[in-house]
């Protein structure tokens, strides 16, 4: 997106949230990603899934510990770069098979309820 | 909310100076998906295109198509950038149903093609519009609002949605922001879309069909009062679907932010929808409230390191670009920068080489298609490449021309005959009797004819002046409705009359 600079931390967000906060997920972060995974919680659930998430976090961030400047992140377990394959056309499934597990279908498309000011 | 003053174009200009970005997303035409085999094909019937990878379903895994990054190498390279040597796919997590995985293959802080550039000419003035970056991805299915307004998300009762599109490799060009543009702002924005559209298309990687949606623009404006250094708050109109739009859209934002500006309001930082009804963008989804995507590496996918050998490979396979072509066609048929940016804005550029490659000289094809055939799709509203006429029938009208076969007035109903769908040119010729009458003894009998109907002419140019057998040919012309050859209609007169 124009004029925003990236954001380098790629996926370890939270890690360092968590460190700048002195480690603690509050119940607010805890809402926060309820929210984006469309999760509605109660507020006995925040406080409790706020605190087992701290303690994921905490867990997962001792890898810093031992993670020095000459250790680079990694993402994928094997050493392989380069895969690809050649652009063929393959068969698809039929519209009955890709329907097949949807709750509701209309007209051959998927129905899904209606979405309110969150076009993407 | 109420709706703020528009403030007239010229006097928020006067008073503030517009920044603009651009963000560009080109579906690519493999034939076969970015990450799975299903065909590609656009107007499809919905659903008929997808498989266990691209509807998400457990235990499928994508594998990226070959084709697809050699396009966007391609892409990246002919806009100048630097292709990296190593970067990975990223997931954007978002919940909406046009992704049925819930997230979206992108590329985040590691795009393929980095720091290119692209420069656009506007009234003479050569803008250089700085490219951030090039990324790819994979294009969403496609939503059908039902209920309440037709195709509109509010007051929708349900979606049905189309998971075709879901996909389909996407390239996402980003441009720096664009600053010092003034006034020419929309116009620099749609010379910008303009070109990348034609350097795509140039590419071969593309069909770049607005009305189709394998290209759209989201335009991103803001604006700072004269003379200040800080940028201000920008919005982003999304889904510009047209040239047109991509100006006019622009416009309308400089002229709504002035307006909110001037009555000491302040800009939100949204998503703004354009409609090309009304040519005013209307609020979207605010981004203070967009969703946090949490990007991180795609685990399903592998690396890609593309070798320098390739890049340079590919670089090497690029075909000449629309600008050093234009430079080039500019010399070869003599035009001056104003006929050469007519040929261009026509569109013609590639129909009158095409028309010169089968056999005609280059005045005589420009004629054609910037006099006769412009003038025709005018009439018809249409663009010069969609009339069904081919450039190869255009040189073979004009061979005919030149052979003595035809004359001007002749050809244009040969053009007209083909145009209306009667066949070939030849085609036309015969079936519409179209000859010149080349034949001395007919065409003698109509002269003798004429010079009794004009003996005061006759007279002159049997006293020696010559120059009046103009009025005389054009009577000649005239009675044979244009069927003479007129130069040999002119040689014989001046003969008949002694004066050759």
Redesign the interface.
Known sequence: ???NP???R??F?MLDEHAAQGGAITRDQAA?LAR???LALGDDELGRLAAQLDQIIAAVARVQEVAADDIPPT??A?P????????????????EQ??A?APAA??????????????? | MTTPTLMPYDEALARFEPVLGIETHIELGTYSKMFCGCATSFGAEPNTQVCPVCLGLPGSLPVTNHAAIEGIIKIGLALNCSIVEWCRFARKNYFYPDMPKDYQISQYDEPLCVDGYLEVEVDGAVYRVEIERVHMEEDTGKSLHVGGATGRIQGADHSLVDYNRAGIPLVEIVTKPIPATGDKAPLVARAYATELRELVRSLGVSDVRMEEGSMRCDVNVSLMPRGASEWGTRTETKNVNSLRSVERSVRSEIERQAGVLDAGGRIVQETRHFHEDTGRTTSGRSKEEAQDYRYFPEPDLVPMAPSREWVEELRGSLPELPAARRRRVQGEWGLSDLELRDVVNAGAVELIEATIAAGTDAGSARKWWMNELSRRATEQGTELAELPITPEQVARIQAMVQAGELNDKLARQVFEGVLAGEGTPDAVVAARGLKVVSDDGELVSIIDGVIADNAAVADKIRAGKVAAAGALVGAVMKATRGQADAGRARELILERLGAS
């Open positions: 997106m124009a004029g990236i954001d380098r790629n996926g967000h926060h984006l995974s469309r993402s994928h094997l392989l770069t380069n895969v690809y394959r050649a652009d063929e056309i393959r068969p698809s499934l039929t519209p890709a329907l597990a209309e007209g051959g498309r998927f129905r899904v309820p209606r979405i309110l000011d969150e076009e993407a």
